[in-house]
């Protein structure tokens, strides 16, 4: 099958289609042929390499896949369109058993920690399959996986956000940022989205997000949040740039108010002031992934129209560098879609 398999850390250029054999499903998984992987930043990050970090090379990359059941499995048939949960877990630990998966000490990530989507063909445990939401092509289905189930655990798990809520969210235009916003508002919030560029505001405000802050090339996010909508203060903070941004977030927070961070793609070290912290009993919490009760509640939101995908970009498998370099170059407005 043809395959791109990260054998060392790298360029873009370094991503390359080779032959490589049809995998064989162990006992308890299917064999699904893939038709569309979305990217993620994580799929830059594994890459590139992460110091003090080892993948398990060589490995094909990609954890959102869309495609068509190649084998039988319980519950399917060869030949059902299906999405591919983004993530492995035991399905045997107290975690796994009492539906809290995501603390599963055996929790993987597919095109992380074993062989994800970039490939004409992935291995997947019977769990991991859900029926595609029959509305959507394979490009939009699988632009429907981690990033929205690690916003909805984020917005929904460990914020907790409810009617009435004023929530801020960072990175508003891209993968978890626009699904963030979908999943607060349905949850009855009021969102304020954080962009860099107009055209990501016109897109964020097209979400439905009420006020979207620009934040200009230099400027920082407190002087942002300050000159576009004067005094303001949020009962939560969407975070997925940290440095700076999640610093200004706790500033932002009111009494009681919740910072939930899932990814530093711009600094991955800040400084918070503890009197704030603990004076205004504040949280900050961090957040990965999520369930696959949460995946079913994201596939559910999506099937009543409720949740609606947002693809920037789609390329075929033999462009996958290329597909990176979009990615990295942070002018993408939702999701970035390989075709295979
Ligand atoms: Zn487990």
């Known amino acids: 099958m043809k395959a791109v398999v990260i054998d060392e850390h790298g360029p873009p250029e370094s991503l390359k289609v080779q032959e490589r054999p049809k995998p064989v499903s162990a006992p308890g998984e299917a064999l699904v042929r893939v038709r569309a992987c979305a990217l993620n930043h994580l799929d830059t990050w594994v890459r590139r390499g992460v110091p003090g970090h080892s993948f398990p090379l060589p490995l094909i990359p990609g954890s959102d896949v869309a ?36 603390r599963c000490r055996k929790y993987g990530i597919l095109g992380e920690s074993r062989d994800g989507g970039c490939a004409e063909y992935i291995s997947v445990p019977y769990a991991s399959l859900f029926p595609k939401p029959p509305e959507l092509t394979f490009v939009e289905a699988a632009s429907v996986l981690l990033a929205p189930l690690t916003a909805y655990h984020m917005v929904a798990t460990r914020a907790g956000v409810k009617t009435g809520d004023k929530v801020l969210i ?3 235009a891209g993968g978890v940022g626009s699904a963030a916003i979908q999943i607060a508002l349905d949850l009855g919030a009021k969102v304020t989205g954080v962009v ?3 055209e990501k505001a016109t897109s964020v405000k ?19 949040v300050k000159a576009a909508i004067g005094k303001a203060s949020f009962d939560v903070v969407i975070d997925s740039v940290g440095g700076e941004f999640l610093e200004t977030g706790v500033r932002l927070l009111r009494p009681f108010g919740r910072l939930v961070t899932c990814g530093a793609t711009a600094e991955p ?3 918070i002031d503890l009197r704030r912290l603990f004076f205004l ?41 290329e597909a990176h370099r979009i990615l990295e170059e942070r002018r993408v407005i939702g999701k970035v879609v ?3």
């Open 67 to 102: 495609g068509v059941l190649d084998t039988a499995a319980p519950g399917f048939s060869p030949g059902d369109e299906v999405v591919v949960a983004p993530f492995v877990t035991c399905g045997r630990c107290d975690a796994c058993l009492s539906g809290d998966d995501v």
């Open 170 to 172: 960072t990175a508003a």
């Open 196 to 198: 860099g560029s107009p």
């Open 206 to 224: 097209e979400i439905g997000a009420g006020e979207v802050v620009v934040v200009e090339r230099g400027q920082g996010l407190f002087d942002a």
């Open 269 to 271: 070290v800040a400084s």
């Open 281 to 321: 009993s504040l949280s900050v919490l961090g957040s990965t992934m999520g369930s696959r009760w949460e995946m079913s509640r994201v596939l559910n939101l999506v099937a009543q129209g409720r949740f609606k995908p947002t693809v920037h970009a789609v390329l075929p498998l033999e462009r996958l560098g």
């Open 338 to 340: 390989v075709e295979i």
